[in-house]
C-alpha cells in the first residue's frame, strides 16, 4: 500500500515538473502548464495539450 501511494506521487511529481518546463520552454516561467503543441496556457498540470489542440491531435 505504501509503494502504491508512494508511487502515485512521484508520478504526479514528474507530470507537475514536466508541465512546469513546457510553460518555461514557452516563454512563460510563471505558469504551471502550456500546451505542448500551440504553447498556450493550460489550467491543469495533468494535461499535456490544450483543448483545442487535444481534439486535433485525437482526429
Known sequence: MFETQYNEEMEAE???LEAK???EEAGHPEWDNAC???????A???DKYCDA???T???
Do not use: P
Open 14 to 16: 514528474v507530470r507537475r
Open 21 to 23: 518546463k513546457r510553460a
Open 36 to 42: 505542448a503543441s500551440c504553447g498556450c496556457q493550460v
Open 44 to 46: 491543469s498540470t495533468d
Open 53 to 55: 489542440c487535444c481534439r
Open 57 to 59: 491531435v485525437q482526429t
